[in-house]
């Protein structure tokens, strides 16, 4: 099942750092507010999730990796 970042547009301002980030063009900006999914072709790099100042963007699928 193809997985994508999640979008909370409540916290969403539009500013497009995240469209701006992603080097797959896979987000989209819609009537200036709102960042969506725009491609299936999302490698999960999370680039989005750093860049994104409110916090709008996740990447529940990230995998971290804790050094024990
Ligand atoms: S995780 Fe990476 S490839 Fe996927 S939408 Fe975000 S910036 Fe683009
Ligand atoms: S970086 Fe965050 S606030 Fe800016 S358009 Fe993307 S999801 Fe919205």
Same mark, same amino acid.
């Given at each position: 099942?193809?997985?994508? *970042? +999640?979008?909370?547009?409540?916290? #969403?301002?539009? #500013?497009?750092?995240? &469209? !701006? +980030? ?7 900006? %819609?009537?200036? !507010? +709102?960042? /969506? /999914?725009?491609? !299936? ?8 999730? %750093? +860049?994104? *100042?409110?916090?709008? /963007? !996740?990447? *529940?699928?990230? /995998? &971290? %990796?804790?050094?024990?």
């Amino acid at each position: 099942m193809f997985e994508s *970042p +999640v979008i909370d547009p409540g916290k #969403c301002d539009g #500013c497009g750092l995240c &469209v !701006t +980030v992603c080097h797959l063009d896979g987000l989209a900006l %819609v009537a200036g !507010t +709102v960042a /969506i /999914i725009a491609t !299936t072709e999302c490698d999960w790099c999370a680039d989005c999730e %750093v +860049v994104c *100042p409110t916090g709008a /963007i !996740t990447c *529940p699928f990230e /995998i &971290v %990796v804790l050094e024990c």
